[in-house]
T-cell receptor, first 112, second 116 residues
Framework: TQLLEQSPQFLSIQEGENLTVYCNSS?????LQWYRQEPGEGPVLLVT?????EVKKLKRLTFQFGDARKDSSLHITAAQPGDTGLYLC????????????FGSGTQLTVLP | NAGVMQNPRHLVRRRGQEARLRCSPM?????VYWYRQLPEEGLKFMVY????????ESGMPKERFSAEFPKEGPSILRIQQVVRGDSAAYFC??????????????FGNGTRLTVT
């Protein structure tokens, strides 16, 4: 069974600080996606990483896919209160491109 | 709003009642996926449907749960004889074609089911 473990589970920081959250697995994934979910809403896709070692930037967010395609990280520079939310990583379930396996998420709170 | 529409947003049912959750996919999308999210957890796949076909229901509990996506109208997730453990947020997502590994899922805002 593929599992995606995210850490930390909860993170509370002050506005302006930097942070990194992690998504790890013992399984290889062909790709990983990062979603952000705000209270009362559905997850919204932020990025998809496909190639081992790939780095993608989305404004203040930097996403990295591990060389072995078993892990990924999300780094946020100068966090803002608007970054508050649940960050979920997800990858295609082995044997089924129809399903996504989700991690349990990192709940980020950025205090003003 | 051309996004995935789910209703109701909140649903309260007593134990033993039936819950019906509706999902209208994005315009032009013919594939629908249902996921369940328990508090402080990630999403768990339940079922994948095309119009009039269930393609993959490997994540669906064997009893009390059913799903359909008729030729006309929204997709319906039906839970019979609800129990407290069914309390969760149920999310629907859609895609235009059979989902490939890298294609995004467009999620609705979910239905929050509370069983009292």
């Amino acid at each position: 069974t593929q599992l995606l473990e995210q850490s930390p589970q909860f993170l509370s920081i002050q506005e302006g600080e930097n942070l990194t959250v992690y998504c790890n697995s013992s399984s290889v994934f062909s790709s990983l996606q990062w979603y952000r979910q705000e209270p009362g809403e559905g997850p919204v896709l932020l990025v998809t990483v496909v190639t081992g070692g790939e780095v993608k930037k989305l404004k203040r967010l930097t996403f990295q896919f591990g060389d072995a395609r078993k892990d990924s990280s999300l780094h946020i520079t100068a966090a803002q209160p608007g970054d508050t939310g649940l960050y979920l990583c997800a990858g295609p379930t082995s044997g089924s491109a129809r399903q996504l396996t989700f991690g349990s998420g990192t709940q980020l709170t950025v205090l003003p | 709003n051309a996004g995935v529409m789910q209703n109701p947003r909140h649903l309260v049912r007593r134990r033993g009642q039936e819950a019906r959750l509706r999902c209208s996919p994005m315009k032009g999308h013919s594939h629908v996926y249902w996921y369940r999210q328990l508090p402080e957890e990630g999403l768990k796949f339940m079922v994948y449907l095309q119009k009039e076909n269930i393609i993959d229901e490997s994540g669906m509990p064997k009893e009390r749960f059913s799903a359909e996506f008729p030729k006309e109208g929204p997709s319906i997730l039906r839970i019979q004889q609800v129990v407290r453990g069914d309390s969760a947020a149920y999310f629907c997502a859609s895609s235009p074609l059979r989902r490939q590994d890298n294609s995004p899922l467009h999620f609705g805002n979910g239905t929050r089911l509370t069983v009292t």
